[in-house]
């Protein structure tokens, strides 16, 4: 009989400080990047980036999980790769290292229990808020230049967009275990921003005499590079568009990751001495 208490109490034990599936998941991934937006206005696929970062998750139940990502991303743009003539004529480009900081939840499709033969694999949605640092560039004559800085479309010193901003973040992928403690996770990431900056173009182009005489000649070129016409003539005038400022800009990644699981297995089936 003292047995079978101590067995019960050691159970009972066990099972109110674990709850079965609940635990942390740390892990990194590591992938590509892609860019949308004025300067990749027909979501073409050919100027991907690398993209990497870390994923902090905690299981609730084997359903849902909040997480923590913090992430990496390049993304570029070039017109001049585009198969409007519009877009290659106007000649824009530009380049940006992302530092993302994303709060979200992944729900699993299915039950998804560690371990566990018949629950391992889940097709999954994560939804959430990307809060990403972000600064484009372009290289000219050698030197690269911060364009946020050089007013491109006539931002005057402290009117410039800046460089923290907010997106919405929707992704699907699978996870599946290759044993109880370690997981792929292949996931494909949209970031729906509230910036139309992310490529530096949005409105219309400025004066450039003006900003040729604020700024200086890199500046006047940075803000319009194209390509002239029969007349010699460039697609800037003060006030022609530029980008398009009613559709914001996006990124996203696809990325494939490895998490290790800190949870401990479920309470196992109460067995009585001499059985």
């Known amino acids: 009989m003292n047995s079978i208490i101590k067995t019960i109490i050691t159970f009972l034990f066990i099972c109110t400080s674990i709850k079965a599936q609940r635990g942390a998941e740390i892990g990194a991934w590591v992938g590509a990047a892609h860019y949308f937006g004025d300067l990749n206005n027909l979501y073409r696929l ?87 640092y972000h ?27 800046g460089t923290i901003s907010l997106a919405w973040l929707l992704g699907f992928g699978v996870k599946f275990d290759l044993n109880y403690r370690w997981s792929i996770n292949i996931d494909l990431d949209a970031r ?40 010699q003539q460039k697609i800037g005038q003060k006030g022609f568009q530029r980008g398009d400022s009613k559709d914001r800009d996006m990124f996203a990644t696809v990325g494939i990751g490895l998490l290790y699981y800190f949870g401990r297995l479920s309470c196992p089936p109460l067995a009585y001495p001499g059985n």
């Open 46 to 132: 050919n100027e991907p980036g690398l993209a990497a970062g870390g994923i902090f998750r905690f299981n609730l139940n084997n359903r849902i999980s909040p997480q923590i990502l913090l992430n990496y991303s390049r993304i570029r743009g070039n017109d001049a790769k585009s198969s409007n003539s519009f877009d290659v004529r106007r000649n824009l480009k530009f380049y940006s290292d992302i530092i993302e900081l994303a709060p979200s939840i992944s729900f699993n499709y299915f039950p998804y229990i560690h371990g566990k033969k018949d629950y391992t694999v889940t097709p999954h949605m994560i939804m959430g808020l990307s809060i990403f």
């Open 192 to 231: 729906f921003a509230v910036t139309d900056y992310l490529d530096d173009v949005s409105t219309v182009y400025p004066d450039v005499n003006a900003l040729l005489n604020a700024k200086g000649p890199a500046a006047a070129f940075l803000s319009d590079p194209s390509i002239t016409n029969m007349d």
């Open 135 to 161: 600064d484009p560039k372009r290289k000219f004559n050698g030197e690269v230049y911060q364009l946020r800085s050089v007013g491109t479309e006539g931002q005057l010193a402290g009117q410039e967009y």
